[in-house]
């Protein structure tokens, strides 16, 4: 399954960069590892998109009590291979996708 994400533009930077591993998310959707996450840089003060996004898998989730605030969950997220049906062109994600980008 694809979620798609706003992500402040601190944090996204911060995933792209390959420092922040994790996502702390509202449980409010079905999360299960091996999602994907389509994260789009949000501008919370315009309430507007940059026009970057990103994909990343989730591949760990914490959903416990113990070290979760009550009704939240944490997703480990990793970069994942995206590859075209004839295997021409191999992208290591975070794929950043600039509006009017095309990868053909």
Do not use: W
């Amino acid at each position: 399954m694809i979620h798609e994400l706003n992500c402040f533009p601190e944090y996204f930077q911060d995933i792209i960069d390959g420092k922040k591993t994790f996502e702390i998310r509202l449980h409010d959707r079905p999360y299960q590892v091996g999602d994907l996450l389509a994260l789009n840089e949000y501008l919370p003060d315009t309430d507007s998109y940059t026009s970057r996004s990103c994909v990343v898998i989730v591949d760990y989730m914490l959903n416990d009590a113990m070290y979760c605030k009550t009704g939240f969950v944490v997703l480990g997220i990793k970069p994942c291979v995206v590859m075209t049906a004839n295997d021409c062109y191999k992208f290591q994600v975070p794929l950043i996708l600039e509006k009017g980008e095309n990868h053909e």
